[in-house]
C-alpha cells in the first residue's frame, strides 16, 4: 500500500527541488494554468480596449476643443466685421450730419449777404437823388 501512496503524490521528490515552479506543478495544476492564460489573455484585452476607449475619448475632446476655438474665432471674426460696419455706419451718419450743417450755415450766409445787399441797395437808392432828364446827377446834387 505504502507503494501505491508513493506512487499516487502529485509532486515528484525531483520537481520539489526545481526552482521553476511550472516544472513543479501537478496536470490538475498545468490545466489551471491554461485557465491563467485566458484570465491574462482577457485582462489584457480588457486593458488595450480601456486604452482605446481613452484614446477615443482623448481625440473627441481635442476635437470638441478645435471645433470650439474654430467657433470661438468664427465668432471674433463676426463680431469684428460687425463693429466695424458699425463705426463705418456711424462715420457716414455723421458725416451727413456735418454735410447738413455746412449746406444750413452756407445758406444762412447766403441768406444774411442777400439781406444786407437789399439794405445796401435801399440805402443807395434814398441817398443818392433821382437821376435828370440828362441823366447826369451832378447837377441836382449843386
Not at 491554461?34 to 473627441?60: I, N
Not at 476635437?63 to 465668432?75: P, T, V, Y
Not at 445787399?117 to 451832378?138: H, L, N
Request: glycine share 2%; aromatic share 0%; no cysteine.
Amino acid at each position: 500500500m505504502s507503494n501505491i501512496a508513493k506512487s499516487t503524490s502529485p509532486v515528484t521528490p525531483a520537481a520539489t527541488e526545481s526552482k521553476d515552479w511550472t516544472k513543479a506543478s501537478t496536470p490538475e495544476l498545468q490545466s489551471g494554468s491554461e485557465d491563467e492564460s485566458d484570465v491574462l489573455d482577457a485582462k489584457a484585452k480588457e486593458r488595450r480596449r480601456r486604452k482605446q476607449v481613452k484614446r477615443e475619448e482623448k481625440q473627441r475632446r481635442e476635437e470638441a476643443e478645435r471645433r470650439a476655438r474654430e467657433e470661438a474665432e468664427r465668432a471674433k471674426v463676426e463680431a469684428e466685421r460687425k463693429a466695424k460696419e458699425e463705426a463705418e455706419r456711424q462715420a457716414r451718419e455723421q458725416a451727413e450730419k456735418d454735410r447738413a450743417e455746412v449746406q444750413r450755415r452756407a445758406a444762412e450766409v447766403a441768406a444774411r449777404q442777400r439781406a444786407l445787399a437789399q439794405e445796401v441797395s435801399k440805402k443807395r437808392a434814398r441817398e443818392e437823388p433821382e437821376a435828370g432828364p440828362s441823366g447826369d446827377r451832378s447837377d441836382n446834387a449843386r
